[in-house]
Each structure stands twice: as C-alpha cells, then as structure tokens.
C-alpha cells in the first residue's frame, strides 16, 4: 500500500509500479509504501538505468512510427524533420 500523511494513496496488486515520476523529474517521494503481504517481489532500478530504458522505448517507437509516416501517401510531400515531428 502507498500511504501519504497517514492516509492510504493505492493499494499497489501484482505487476503494479511506483518511482517512475521521481526518477523521471528528480521530485522527491509522494508517499511511504507500506509492506501488507509476505509474499512480496521487487526489483530496483537507479535513475540513469530507468533513463537509458525509456530513453530507448522512445526512440524504437518513434522509428516505428515514422516508418508507418513514410507508407502514408499523402504524407511524402512532407520533409524528414516534419515526419519527425509527427512521429
């Protein structure tokens, strides 16, 4: 569970995450997680592991999408940067 100022914020359930908003903005935490089973998994990540995942996610996707930009007909009139710009 994530409590904050003694009130329950989430109940967290199997695959559930938290930290993203902290590792992401360098804010400091929202709330204190509170252990309720004896059956807990977790695995961690420092900030620049989760940086350099989402900073590869991103890229992938936007190639992905611009590669499906590029298919559109209509579109290939438009320049590399703007087909970026709409990925």
């Known amino acids: 569970d994530m409590v904050h100022g003694g009130k329950l914020v989430k109940q967290f359930g199997p695959h559930d995450f938290f930290g993203e908003l902290e590792m992401m903005y360098q804010q400091p935490k929202t709330g204190d997680l509170v252990v309720t089973s004896d ?15 989402m900073t ?19 579109l290939r009139c438009m320049s590399h940067k703007e087909l970026l710009h709409l990925a």
């Open 39 to 53: 059956t807990l998994k977790t695995f961690a990540l420092d900030r620049n592991a989760y940086r350099q995942l």
């Open 56 to 74: 590869g996610t991103f890229i992938r996707k936007r190639r992905m999408y611009e590669g499906f930009l590029k298919k559109v007909d209509f």
